[in-house]
Nanobody
Framework: QVQLIESGGGLAQAGGSLRLSCAAFGPTASNYAITWFRQAPGNEREFVVTISWNGGSTHYADSVKGRFTISRDNAKNTAVLQMDSLLPEDTGVYYC???????????????WGQGTQVTVSS
């Protein structure tokens, strides 16, 4: 059982930066890959980035590659998503999720955070 709590987000102008955190709680939390998804109004939830349990492997969606950076600190059971050069199309609710494999499909994830809003104005 893993509980995930997101923080950060808010409002930024295009070209600006925001930082999201995902804190994972549970005795096996550090064994799970952490993945960020996002969902814009009227759109399906989409994959953004994932990081392996030890931070040694990452995979980014093409739409955020070079602008977003994910990292994790297992001593604190926290994953951080640094979002730079933000675009209006980055607007949406951002969710972190956890599973053993860190895939890109929404339906493979059992554990989800509550979501945090990111709004980028043009």
């Amino acid at each position: 059982q893993v509980q995930l709590i997101e923080s950060g987000g808010g409002l930024a102008q295009a070209g600006g930066s925001l930082r999201l955190s995902c804190a994972a709680f549970g005795p096996t939390a550090s064994n799970y890959a952490i993945t960020w998804f996002r969902q814009a109004p009227g759109n399906e939830r989409e994959f953004v980035v994932t990081i392996s349990w030890n931070g040694g492997s990452t995979h980014y969606a093409d739409s955020v590659k070079g602008r977003f950076t994910i990292s994790r600190d297992n001593a604190k059971n926290t994953a951080v998503l640094q979002m730079d050069s933000l675009l209006p199309e980055d607007t949406g609710v951002y969710y972190c999720a956890a599973d053993e494999w860190g895939g890109t499909a929404v339906n493979e994830y059992e554990y989800w955070g509550q979501g945090t809003q990111v709004t980028v104005s043009s």
